[in-house]
């Protein structure tokens, strides 16, 4: 048994002299006294700058482009566009089917509110297109009876 314990020590003494100084079980006197922290790890705060604080973000440059399209109950569609301040472009006429298609494009809610006004439309052009047809229908009857 003695040389049981003699082979225990002897590794218990390799495992203390090969282990890393922080790895030493602390000595009986500092058990009692908290540990504290290393002061020359901890940063220093810096003092702040005067003036403006300086922003962490991330800068990204933006472009402003201002899309504004108009249209009317007929179903007249216009654009205007600015870049920045400068009107790059003002009054184009521009087709209900493209204004529909870039609707879609853009956003369901921007396409619902615009097809509803193009339906709108739609329908005011088939009550206008119907008065003409009964127009036209009158027209034709009374052309028939000059005729005869």
Request: glycine share 8%; charged share 25%; no cysteine.
């Given at each position: 048994m003695s040389d049981t314990l003699t082979e225990v020590q002897a590794v218990e003494e390799t495992v203390v002299e090969t282990a890393a100084p922080e790895a030493e079980a602390p000595k009986p006197a500092e058990a009692a006294k908290p540990a504290e922290a290393p002061k020359a790890e901890a940063p220093k705060p810096e003092k702040p700058k005067a003036g403006?604080?300086?922003?962490?973000?991330?800068?990204?440059?933006?472009?402003?482009?201002?899309?504004?399209?108009?249209?009317?109950?007929?179903?007249?569609?216009?654009?205007?566009?600015?870049?920045?301040?400068?009107?790059?472009?003002?009054?184009?006429?521009?087709?209900?089917?493209?204004?529909?298609?870039?609707?879609?494009?853009?956003h369901v809610d921007i396409a619902e509110g615009i097809e509803s006004v193009l339906e709108a439309a739609r329908d005011q052009h088939r009550t206008r297109m119907e008065e003409l047809e009964a127009e036209l229908a009158r027209v034709k009857a009374q052309l028939a009876e000059l005729s005869e």
């Open positions: 403006r604080p300086k922003s962490t973000a991330k800068k990204t440059r933006t472009v402003e482009l201002t899309l504004t399209v108009t249209g009317t109950a007929e179903g007249e569609w216009q654009a205007d566009l600015v870049h920045g301040t400068q009107r790059v472009v003002s009054g184009l006429v521009i087709p209900a089917i493209a204004v529909a298609k870039a609707a879609k494009e853009l």
